[in-house]
């Protein structure tokens, strides 16, 4: 059952939109992956099978003992409604203890993946005792709650215990009487006493039992919680698949907000040939990621359409669509694995000869075979290992093998050096032959050869045209050409010289 849940869990997390992943950290979705189903395991294993073995437990040793006595039997269940009342009192708050401890450790999850994942700003900065501090102080906030749960705990235990002695004793204070008037023998009073400590028991251990299932309950909660969380991008009811695309991109009139009534783009509206370059320029927060993001149908469009070869991109199967666009990010993820793993991630299928091909075109094969194990060295996590320069052409790598019809490059070149950027240019523009790009940058030398460049500002398109049209318009364009070649008059000279 966990083995199933747990499965289940990480292919929803799979199919969620990214606006569900801008809300929640990664480390307290790791937590419920991982610890919330540890919980909730131990209600299958300590608390379900216990309760259906006491729970037959207690109908036998009714059945037998109203058999025996039934005045005695039901003065031994006289205690029985004040152990219905302190489990409906209690449980709500151990459950809400138990969730608020979940959630705790979700928390010192994500800080402490958040932590890890940042050491070398951390120690940089000599940050470890503010660390330190703030992760003793998480910790100390759990341990508080634990202690809360545990009063809570042993209360009902407690209270369970004393209840279990007050009907005992109870059953021995009015059977002494009946033996005394000879309405019932010693041995039957033994006998009676003997079976209703196997009532009173299972009653007790379902003070225990209990806090497993109220603990199991919350992190069930919490689990269930992400599986109540729909995909904001979903496919129609019969979606559009293509092998093969030719293209041809549009926007018509498209808005779009991240938060409700807060439009990041207004009216964006071009269109793209097959095959041609499209350069998207404008200042941080203009809206040129937005675009790309919307282009892969991570987010649907609030107002117009995007269509590719004439269809709209809600009309495709997601998978589809995605399968026909290659993504190169300022920011290079690679996975832990071998070099081969992370290009193979571009076409599983690929042949040595396919991946050997697909680097040399991207100029990563001469570097992998310089490195001890080739193709088989551990990039370490998130690529660690590799250069900026080594790490954005293994990314080029595995996108040539994808081979797609459509490609954005998101401030591919930015973090690079000279020499590094140059062998990358390269292969970028091996890589953009025959294919529709999106060339997203704010260093202006890399787009001047686009054969349009768009000028984003504030969500809209304020200029459109070539890189020599825009120059004469002297509109906005030319004004960041001037801010960042500091100063006009050479400055064709030395667009020319990038171009």
Same mark, same amino acid.
Do not use: C, H, W
């Given at each position: 059952m966990m083995f199933d849940l747990r499965h289940a869990l990480f292919n929803h997390l799979q199919r969620l939109s990214l606006r569900f992943y801008d809300q929640e950290r990664a480390g307290s979705i790791i937590s419920r992956v991982m610890n919330d189903i540890g919980?909730? *395991? *131990?209600?299958?294993?300590?608390?379900?099978?216990n309760v259906i073995m006491d729970t037959a437990m207690i109908t036998a040793v009714l059945y037998i003992t109203f058999r025996l006595n039934v005045t005695l039997t039901l003065v031994a269940l006289t205690v029985m409604p004040f152990y219905v009342l302190t489990y409906r009192n209690l449980?709500?708050?151990?459950?809400s203890a138990s969730?608020?401890? $979940?959630?705790?450790?979700? *928390?010192?999850?994500?800080?402490?993946f958040e932590t890890v994942s940042a050491i070398a700003v951390v120690q940089s900065f000599t940050r470890e005792k503010s660390e330190e501090k703030s992760f003793v102080s998480q910790i100390h906030k759990h341990y508080d709650r634990v202690m809360r749960q545990v009063v809570l705990r042993n209360s009902l235990s407690s209270i369970s215990q004393c209840l279990s002695r007050l009907g005992t004793a109870l059953i021995l204070l009015y059977g002494g009487r009946l033996v005394l008037q000879r309405q019932l023998t010693m041995g039957e009073l033994v006998a009676f006493y003997t079976y209703v400590a196997q009532l009173y028991a299972p009653v007790v251990r379902f003070s225990e039992v209990n806090d497993v299932v109220q603990t199991a309950i919350a992190a069930i909660d919490r689990i269930f919680e992400l599986f109540d969380e729909a995909p904001d991008v979903q496919d129609v009811r019969k979606p559009v698949r293509r092998h093969r695309i030719r293209g041809e991109v549009e926007f018509r009139n498209v808005t779009f907000e991240y938060t409700p009534g807060i439009p990041v783009l207004h009216d964006v509206d071009f269109r793209v040939e097959p095959g041609r370059m499209v350069a998207l320029v404008g200042h941080s927060g203009s809206g040129k990621s937005t675009i790309a993001n919307l282009l892969l149908r991570f987010y649907d469009v609030a107002q117009g359409q995007i269509l590719i070869d004439g269809i709209d991109v809600r009309n495709y199967a997601i998978? %589809?669509?995605?399968? *026909?666009?290659?993504?190169v990010l300022q920011e290079t993820i690679l996975f832990s694995g071998s070099l081969r793993e992370n290009i193979e991630y571009g076409r599983l299928n690929a042949t040595d000869e396919d991946i050997a091909a697909a680097a040399k075109a991207a100029n990563a094969h001469d570097f992998v075979l310089e490195l001890e194990d080739g193709?088989?060295?551990?990039?370490?996590?998130?690529?660690?290992?590799?250069?900026?320069? $080594?790490? $954005?052409?293994?990314?080029?790598?595995?996108?040539?093998?994808?081979?797609?019809?459509?490609?954005?490059?998101?401030?591919?070149? %930015?973090?690079?050096?000279?020499? %590094?950027?140059?062998?990358?240019?390269?292969?970028?523009?091996?890589?953009? $032959?025959?294919?529709?790009?999106f060339v997203i940058a704010h260093r202006l030398s890399t787009v001047t050869a686009a054969d349009e460049i768009l000028v984003i500002g504030n969500g809209r398109v304020i200029e459109r045209g070539t890189h020599e049209e825009l120059l004469e318009n002297g509109g906005y364009y030319r004004h960041i050409c001037e801010e960042q070649f500091k100063g006009i008059a050479p400055l064709a000279d030395r667009m020319t010289a990038g171009s």
């Open positions: 919980v909730a *395991q *131990q209600m299958v294993s300590g608390g379900v099978i449980n709500p708050k151990i459950r969730r608020r401890i $979940q959630e705790k450790l979700a *928390q010192i999850s994500g800080d402490l998978k %589809s669509l995605r399968q *026909q666009i290659g993504l193709y088989e060295t551990e990039v370490g996590e998130r690529g660690v290992k590799l250069s900026g320069g $080594q790490k $954005q052409r293994v990314a080029i790598t595995r996108v040539m093998l994808k081979n797609p019809r459509i490609l954005v490059l998101d401030e591919a070149t %930015s973090a690079l050096d000279s020499e %590094s950027e140059n062998l990358v240019q390269e292969a970028l523009f091996r890589l953009m $032959q025959g294919r529709t790009t």
